[in-house]
């Protein structure tokens, strides 16, 4: 009995000034040996050498340029444009595929027909490709990521069917922190998920990810994806559902205003969530409030302290 025909997978990857990790990068995906494979790289015109590596295996590449483009998203999406895989994904160049990880997809992908996206789990490695003990990835749920304004997947280790992305669009060039997310869960929202608990990539922390550098950014932009679902998807939520993400939205917002000195905006994040009904239940963000509405806590405790000494005078 002859196997099935492997799917082609489009792998596309984005980079800018990543000489230092990009010839990694490109590695670990051509050594997966993966017949069935399309790479692309879309260079935003960098000028650190890039240029050269990217050379060096061009033959075994599909396509590949190098000029200004106008961000992460938009070298991506044009990559979308040309894939012609049944699945497709993108690694960042500072990101590894895990050996094996496109044989793992393909098997999961003939095994599930009919899947949007799947996902796996990510090992975090450091500056120079230490593991540093923590993985990354769970099992998506549109509902409570949405409740909870948190993103459980780990966006290196996700592969999206093109039939599903061209149904829900591309990536929104608009977004630049939380684009993944907003992909995600346009699919989710229409297509069945598959998780996959096995570490299909590595993804480097180091100093100039945009997750250490530009984290504060992604505090509106959960709020506009949340609005943005809701609109799109009327009935797919809760009035009460609704009112718990948005006032996680702008809890998560407060958190990160607060981490980036933003004193205002945290304040007004927070009685923005609280209009929504949020209230801290987590001694994170009681300590948060607390901060936020000194006054208000202060007269609370007061108050509690008199009232249990009059209770116990009676």
């Known amino acids: ?113 009919g899947v949007g996206l799947i996902s796996g789990q990510t090992e975090i490695i450091d500056q120079v490709g230490k593991p540093t003990g923590n993985i990354f990835g769970s099992e998506p749920n549109v509902i409570n990521s949405l409740l909870s304004s948190e993103n459980p997947i780990s966006q290196p280790s996700t592969f999206f069917s093109t039939s599903a992305l061209k149904e829900v669009g591309f990536l929104d060039e608009t977004l630049h922190m939380s684009m993944d997310w907003d992909l995600w869960l346009r699919i989710g929202a229409r297509y069945p998920t598959l998780f996959i608990p096995k570490i299909l990539s590595k993804s480097r922390n180091w100093e100039m990810t945009k997750t250490r550098t530009q984290l504060v950014r992604s505090g509106p932009e959960h709020i506009r994806i949340v609005k943005n679902f809701i609109k799109q998807n009327p009935d797919f939520l809760t009035p009460m559902q609704k009112r718990q993400a948005l006032g996680s939205g702008y809890l998560r917002k407060g958190r990160l205003d607060y981490e980036a000195g933003k004193w205002l905006f945290f304040r007004l994040d927070l009685l923005i969530a609280i209009y929504y009904g949020m209230k801290p239940t987590q001694r994170k963000d009681l300590k948060l409030f607390k901060h936020a509405f000194p006054v208000f806590y202060f007269s609370k405790r007061v108050y509690s302290y008199l009232y249990r000494k009059m209770t116990t005078a009676e």
């Open 1 to 113: 009995m002859t196997e099935p025909k492997l799917p082609k997978i489009s792998i596309i990857t984005p980079s800018f000034n990543q000489g230092q990790y990009l010839e990694e990068t490109i590695l670990s995906v051509l050594e997966q040996g993966y017949p069935a494979l399309e790479f692309f790289i879309f260079d935003g015109g960098s000028t650190d050498g890039s240029l050269d590596i990217i050379q060096k295996h061009q033959d075994q590449l599909t396509f590949w340029e190098s000029k200004p483009d106008r961000g992460q998203s938009h070298a991506i999406n044009k990559g979308f444009r040309m894939a012609s895989g049944e699945i497709v994904a993108w690694l960042n160049s500072d990101d590894l595929l895990a050996p094996g990880a496109l044989k793992v997809v393909a098997q999961a992908w003939q095994q599930n027909p």
